[in-house]
Nanobody, 112 residues
Framework: VQLQASGGGLVQPGGSLRLSCAASGSIASLGEIGWYREPPGKQREFVAV???????SYADFVRGRFTVSRDNANNAVYLQMNSLYSEDTGIYYC???????WGHGTLVTVSS
């Protein structure tokens, strides 16, 4: 199974984007899926995670602004990002924690 993140792009501060993480096979079988990001010049950091029971957890800096969800029928996990700041700029990756499987990232740029 492979993962591919998509939905990134250029957005103004205060705007929204919805990222998708698509699996080439059953995303339900992968269990817990996390979102991570890599800001320019910085290390990759945790953003959010959703488990098989749809319980979620968020980094403090996105709580209340980002929402992670999953659609097992369509083999996808989503990250709805609202009220974006320039500090949210980076490459966003999805990650299957149990299998240590990284997807290809998608670039999010928040700039006016």
């Amino acid at each position: 199974v492979q993962l591919q993140a998509s939905g990134g792009g250029l957005v103004q501060p205060g705007g929204s984007l919805r990222l998708s993480c698509a699996a080439s096979g059953s995303i339900a079988s992968l269990g817990e899926i996390g979102w991570y990001r890599e800001p320019p010049g910085k290390q990759r950091e945790f953003v959010a995670v959703i488990n098989s029971g749809e319980q979620t957890s968020y980094a403090d800096f996105v709580r209340g602004r980002f929402t992670v969800s999953r659609d097992n029928a369509n083999n996808a996990v989503y990250l709805q990002m609202n009220s974006l700041y320039s500090e949210d700029t980076g490459i966003y990756y999805c990650y299957a924690l149990t299998y240590r499987l990284w997807g290809h990232g998608t670039l999010v740029t928040v700039s006016s």
